[in-house]
């Protein structure tokens, strides 16, 4: 009985109920002590222990498991949400460039060609003052009709300075005699065969033609030399 007796307190120390082992003890209460210890072993706190323990590692083993994934897919989305953003953001430079390059070259273009409007009403004065020269006759220039020398030097001095201004601003004269016809700068008026003269080259040249900055500002009127 006292093997029993301190089996039971050993069973006691860890509040372990003892009605468990009451079966064991039998009606009579009679029962082998080897048996009573046994039922305490199994009943051991220190195996319940690492069961548990070992429980918890698994859960938290599971738990960790998912949050690393959950983790994993929301770094995904981060990723994939920068790469938008930075693509967005690179596409938007390069949008804001291309439109200051192209607000640059219409200001640059502005300044360049913004008085094309008042060369054009200024050459319609420059071929008056071309016929008016032209309509003179050289031998009645002469000392002793000096109103009609004096005349003449000043509008051949005005149509000089009228042009030096021009070219101050950009603006040349085409006079394309003997070049070739080029579509972009001459107005043909009439083909006519020509000896000596290469087809496609310009044989007269009706009204002078400008261009301002190397843009064709006005096509000069030419006669083109065809094919005999």
């Not at 390059?101 to 502005?110: F, G």
């Not at 040249?205 to 000069?220: M, Q």
């Amino acid at each position: 009985m006292a093997a029993v007796a301190q089996c039971v307190r050993g069973a006691l120390r860890p509040r372990l109920p003892l009605r468990p082992l009451l079966p064991l003890l039998g009606a009579a209460g009679r029962t082998s002590p080897r048996l009573l210890c046994a039922a305490t072993q199994q009943k051991n706190p220190g195996q319940n222990l690492e069961e548990d323990q070992s429980q918890s590692q698994n859960e938290q083993k599971a738990e960790t498991s998912s949050a690393e994934k959950l983790l994993a897919e929301e770094k995904a989305k981060l990723e994939e949400q920068l790469k938008e953003v930075t693509d967005k953001y690179r596409r938007a430079l390069a949008d804001a460039e291309n439109v200051r390059q192209r607000s640059q070259k219409l200001v640059e273009e502005a300044k360049l060609y913004g008085i094309q409007s008042f060369c054009k009403d200024l050459l319609e004065v420059a071929d008056i003052l071309e016929k008016a020269t032209e309509s003179v006759p050289k031998e009645e220039i002469k000392d002793d009709n000096p109103h009609l020398k004096n005349l003449y030097e000043g509008l051949v001095m005005t149509e000089v300075q009228i042009q030096k201004v021009f070219k101050k601003h950009g603006l040349l004269r085409l006079d394309p005699v003997g070049a070739k016809f080029d579509p972009y700068e001459h107005e043909a008026l009439f083909h006519t065969p020509m000896e000596g003269k290469e087809p496609g080259t310009i044989a007269l040249v009706s009204k002078i033609g400008y261009k301002l900055h190397g843009r064709t500002l006005r096509p000069a009127l030419v006669g083109v030399v065809k094919d005999p």
